[in-house]
Structure formats: C-alpha cells, structure tokens
T-cell receptor
Framework: GQSLEQPSEVTAVEGAIVQINCTYQ??????LSWYQQHDGGAPTFLSY??LDGLEETGRFSSFLSRSDSYGYLLLQELQMKDSASYFC??????????WGAGTKLIIKP | GAGVSQSPSNKVTEKGKDVELRCDPI?????LYWYRQSLGQGLEFLIY????????KSGLPSDRFSAERTGGSVSTLTIQRTQQEDSAVYLC???????????FGPGTRLTVT
C-alpha cells in the first residue's frame, strides 16, 4: 500500500526555524508536494520536489531524498501567521494525490 | 483572477436525504478534483476529471456518491441517501500545471443529522 507519515504536532518559537518531516511508502514515486492549511481554510500549495535536493521559496524550503523515501519542509524566521497545519502529499495511482494526516505547527511568542 | 468557488459553504441535511455540492474551477483549468476531509485529518481523494476524458472514480467510497462535470467546467458532487458518516468538509480543487499544484476552493461543510 501507499502511506505517508508526518508528526501530528510541532511547537516552535516565533523567529526560530522549524523542520517538518515526511516519510513515504509508495509503489512508484513521482514527487512530493507540501501544502499549508489554516484552521477553517483551504489547503494552499507551497512547494514540489521531483528530484533530490533542496527547493527554496522565500522563508520556506523543501527537501527530498528519494533513496531514503524522506522529505522535509523547513520554515525560517517563523511568524505567528505560519501557525497552520502542513501536509505532505505524493502521487498515488493514476492522477491521485495521497495525503499525509498533517502536522499542526504551533508557534509561541 | 477568480479562484475556485464552491457552494453552498455549509449544508445541514437529515439522514437519508440527497445533497448536491457545486464547484466552479478556475477558468482554463482542465483538471478538477474532489476531496473529503474529516476534522483533524488529511484529505481523502474522491474523484478526478481531466478534460473530456473519463473521470477517475476510484476514490468514491460507495455507489451513493457520484459526480459530473459539465462542459469541462462546473462540477457537481451528489450524495444520495446521506449517512452520518458522510459529515465532513468537501473540497474541490483545480489544476493547470498538473497533479502537484492544485488550487482549492473554500469547501462545503456537510453535516448530516
């Protein structure tokens, strides 16, 4: 089967750096996506990694290691508005995305 | 430009009734997805439309669920004989650049009493 694992909750301090990990098991692999979802809101696309390495977009970076079936999302200079749930997702069969259960990021002042 | 819109935003229905949920994707987006999200959970894939191709219905949980997409644009998700376990937020997303970058609507919160 196909599955993703990510921590259910992560706590960090405003201004700090936090890393949210995601490990996956898939029958085939085509890439890893990250989405942000604020409470009561819709998921918003953050990043995509199709190849190994680091992708940087402003304060957010995403890393992928295909040999380790592992990726992470790195958030720098944390702001209170970054408090949200973060989901990793991989391609399942055909054109489906299989989603992790999400990591709730709690930021303390 | 306008994003993905969904209606209604909230729907309360009695067990056994049918409901219709509507999604208007971003103009020009050929791919459209329906998902279901229960509180504190990830997204559960339901159905996928791509252009004029036959939809991928492999995620529909039962034959009470159906969806159509008219004219390659608006989509309707229909749930017949609703059950309490159908209560969730139903999210629609559209995509132009492929599977990984999807744009989501605000969702419809369905409550079956």
């Amino acid at each position: 089967g196909q599955s993703l694992e990510q921590p259910s909750e992560v706590t960090a301090v405003e201004g700090a750096i936090v890393q949210i990990n995601c490990t996956y098991q898939t029958s085939g692999f085509y890439g890893l996506s990250w989405y942000q979802q604020h409470d009561g809101g819709a998921p918003t696309f953050l990043s995509y990694n199709g190849l190994d390495g680091l992708e940087e977009t402003g304060r957010f970076s995403s890393f992928l290691s295909r040999s380790d079936s592992y990726g992470y999302l790195l958030l720098q200079e944390l702001q209170m508005k970054d408090s949200a749930s973060y989901f990793c997702a991989v391609r399942g069969g055909n054109y489906q995305l299989i989603w992790g259960a999400g990591t709730k990021l709690i930021i303390k002042p | 430009g306008a994003g993905v819109s969904q209606s209604p935003s909230n729907k309360v229905t009695e067990k056994g009734k049918d409901v219709e949920l509507r999604c208007d994707p971003i103009s020009g987006h050929t791919a459209l997805y329906w998902y279901r999200q229960s509180l504190g959970q990830g997204l559960e894939f339901l159905i996928y439309f791509q252009g004029n191709s036959a939809p991928d219905k492999s995620g529909l949980p039962s034959d009470r669920f159906s969806a159509e997409r008219t004219g390659g644009s608006v989509s309707t998700l229909t749930i017949q004989r609703t059950q309490q376990e159908d209560s969730a937020v139903y999210l629609c997303a559209s995509s132009l650049r492929g599977l990984y970058e999807q744009y989501f609507g605000p969702g419809t919160r369905l409550t079956v009493t």
